[in-house]
């Protein structure tokens, strides 16, 4: 009899067939992972963004004595372009323009890839209210703030 060592030409094929299905599969895996990840990716800059206006906005009501100066639309504007603002005693405007968008304080962009933002100025309690309505990447933050007087 004959000595039956080494590999037939069916077991790599076999081999060959399940490495096959088994990249594919993987290949499949990844790239669903992949694209999920790049899912929130978009709504984590839209997330990084409002936190970053977030923080300067919530620095500017917070000062002592401030107060809100103007409100509205910008006058002069290009045309066609949405440009909205608000400007406070200290000096310090914030502004949205639709066709950059973006948020600027002054002549500094604080927050990118926004789709639309409003100021709203109110009282409740006898205490001035700025309520800001931000959209961007299919989510809205609508934050209600109270000035320190």
Same mark, same amino acid.
């Given at each position: ?14 081999? +060959? ?7 594919? +599969? ?7 992972f ?7 990716? #978009? ?25 809100? #100066? ?27 323009i639709e ?11 604080? #927050? ?9 100025l ?9 309520? +800001?309505?931000?959209?961007g ?13």
């Amino acid at each position: 009899m004959q000595s039956e060592k080494g590999i037939t030409l069916i077991s790599i094929t076999i081999y +060959v067939i399940v490495m096959l299905i088994v990249v594919s +599969v993987i290949t499949i895996l990844t790239q669903y992972f992949y694209k999920n990840v790049d899912v929130n990716s #978009a709504s984590e800059d839209f997330n990084q963004q409002y936190t970053k206006f977030n923080s300067y906005f919530s620095e500017e009501i917070n000062k002592e004595g401030n107060k809100v #100066a103007g409100i509205g639309d910008l006058e002069g504007s290009t045309e066609g372009a949405v440009q909205k603002y608000i400007l406070f005693s200290s000096g310090n405007q914030y502004t949205f323009i639709e066709n950059n968008h973006a948020i600027y304080m002054n002549n500094v962009k604080i #927050a990118e890839n926004i789709e639309s933002c409003s100021f709203t100025l109110g009282t409740e309690s006898n205490k001035t209210t700025i309520t +800001v309505i931000i959209k961007g990447d299919n989510a809205e933050r609508t934050t209600t703030y109270t000035l320190v007087e």
